[in-house]
């Protein structure tokens, strides 16, 4: 992990051990379910959300936070006047779905989690256009929004700050296979979908870099934009990707998933497996991206595993298919490209138009 993420108060080796350790806790367990009924499905442990076989019905749970790009958003507003607040509400509730499509399932409901350190939050317009956004990513996303839970926590957050999260309940389609690591195999194709910009991932590295500069966020870029509404571009949900390859005619084709928000590229070796992830095209990076990269000084491996760099979701088709399901998604509007390939071989990933490769020690989530 670079260190100016590390600096920017994200240390990546810290909280993926805290991971690890949680797991641990997490697996001792997982038989509980069997009195009531249900199984675990123990291979998704791990995974971003967690599958329960319940009466033949796979269904998916995950509970996810935004982390700190409210708090841009909330500089934005201050200091541009600029409204950016619906588009939170969006980036919120892709965390929590894109994870769950992640395993192939598609979300019946999310719920919100708005904790705040003072009423204040909740007068002018900040809170209804979070609610908007929120609900109309919902709706987008084929889920009910479905209430949640907001706390005033005085002198936990901040007096103007407010932390968000959200959970979702899920199922796997019938006659669907969920999306396991079991499932890859070499020659399996990798598959990138575009990403609309930073989405929630490198905040507080672009927090950091806004601050060093003389317009802060009101710096222009070279697309026309100014940096705080290019960073608060909002994300891109991938669940209609994932329900159209679950329920037609490429049902089956897609083996495994990965929504590439913290570690960048380096998360297409999630599955825990000793594979090799081999890719020879990427998407282009969209000009905030390559903005912050470069304000911060970040090399290329330091770049492509810190933010997405244009590529927000994997999908990894079976041999042949990755060209179908790359022509799907850009039938829905989602830019993809077939990037590459999955060999036998050391656990790695290798960027070959740059000349960078990422080691199995650099993603050690469990």
């Known amino acids: 992990m670079s260190d100016a993420y590390r600096h920017s108060g994200v240390d990546y080796d810290v909280l993926d051990a805290a991971k690890r350790r949680a797991l641990e806790a997490v697996r001792s367990s997982l038989q509980a379910p069997a009195a009531r009924g249900a199984r675990v499905v123990a ?8 599958l329960f076989e319940v009466g033949g019905v796979v269904l998916a749970t995950v509970l996810e936070c935004l982390g700190t790009k409210s708090t841009i958003a909330a500089e934005v507003h201050e200091q541009l006047g600029e409204d950016h607040w619906a588009a939170i509400g969006t980036d919120a509730v892709a965390a929590v779905v894109n994870d769950l499509a992640c395993m ?68 796997v389609p019938d006659g669907a296979l969920a999306f396991l690591g079991s499932r890859l195999e070499p020659g399996d194709e990798i598959v990138l979908l ?40 909002p994300s891109v949900l991938y669940v209609g990707v994932v329900e159209a390859c679950q329920t037609g005619s490429l049902s089956g084709a897609v083996h495994y998933a990965s929504h590439l928000t913290g570690h960048g590229l380096r998360k297409l070796m999630r599955a825990d497996r000793e594979l090799t992830y081999r890719v020879g095209e990427l998407q282009p990076v969209p000009e905030v991206l390559s903005f912050l990269a470069r304000a911060a000084g970040l090399s290329p491996a330091e770049a492509y595993g810190t933010f997405n760099m244009g590529s927000g979701f994997a999908l990894f088709a079976g041999a042949g298919r990755g060209g179908e399901v790359a022509r799907l998604a850009e039938h829905l509007g989602c830019p993809a490209v077939v990037a590459g390939v999955v060999e036998g071989g050391p656990r790695r990933v290798v960027l070959e138009p740059l000349g960078v490769s990422y080691g199995a020690d650099e993603l050690d989530l469990r």
Request: hydrophobic share 45%.
């Open 194 to 233: 575009a990403s609309s910009g930073m989405h929630a991932n490198g905040a507080s590295l672009a927090r950091a870099v806004a601050a060093s500069l003389p317009a802060g966020w009101a710096t222009p870029l070279g697309d026309g934009r100014r940096l705080g509404a290019a960073v608060l571009e």
């Open 43 to 50: 291979e998704s442990v791990g995974e971003p959300a967690q």
């Open 104 to 171: 192939g399932a598609l979300p019946l409901s999310v719920s919100a989690y708005v904790a705040t350190g003072s009423a204040g939050f909740y007068s002018g317009s900040r809170h209804a256009s979070l609610l908007e956004g929120w609900r109309r990513a919902c709706e987008a996303a084929g889920a009910a929004f479905v209430g949640g839970e907001s706390p005033t926590l005085a002198g936990i957050v901040a007096e103007d700050g407010v932390d968000l999260a959200g959970s979702s309940v899920g199922r």
